[in-house]
C-alpha cells in the first residue's frame, strides 16, 4: 500500500497536515539540476517562513475549525513545511511559482510516519500580512484553480495565521 493510502486512512486533520502532504529528494523531482515540465522554474518562497496555526480546513465540503483541527502548529521554513512532533510529524519539501497570483505551490511528504512519497501534490498559496491561505490537490486530482474544496474533488483547503 502506497503513503497517500495510509495518509487517507488517518483522517482529514493528519491527511491535510501531511501536505499540502505533498519533494523529497534534493537530488529528485525538485533539485537542481535537470528541471523540466511542471517543475521548471519553481523556486523557494521565504514570505512563508515561521510558525503558524490551522485555523480553518476544508475537505471535500466539510469544514473543521477550532478544536475539530488538531496538529494544527506548523512551521516554515524556507524549502521545508514541518506539521506535527514526535512520532506522528510530517515533514514536506515545498516550492512556489512566485511569478503568478496566487502562487502555485508543489508539494511532497518528505518523512512521515508512514515513510516518505515524492508524488507531488499541486496547489495554490497566498499570504496577506498574518494570514495564509493554502490548498492543494491529493496525488490524481487536478489542481485546484481557487481556494475551495467542494464535495467530489479531493483537496484540502486551509487557512493558517502567523503565531508571533
Known sequence: ?????LLNRVGLTSLSLALLAFLSSPSGMFG???KTGETAGLEASP????KWKIISMESD???KTGSEITM????FDKSKLYLGEGEFSFVM?????????P????LSIASSPFGADDTPHFGLVSRSGDTMKLIYAMPGESAPKEFKAPAGKRYRNMVLELVK
Open 103 to 106: 502562487h502555485s505551490v508543489v
Open 72 to 75: 494544527a502548529a506548523v512551521r
Open 93 to 101: 519539501n515545498y516550492k512556489t511559482d512566485s511569478s503568478k497570483r
Open 61 to 63: 465540503g466539510e469544514k
Open 32 to 34: 537542481d539540476e535537470g
Open 47 to 50: 514570505d512563508l517562513t515561521g
Open 1 to 5: 500500500m502506497c503513503s497517500s493510502d
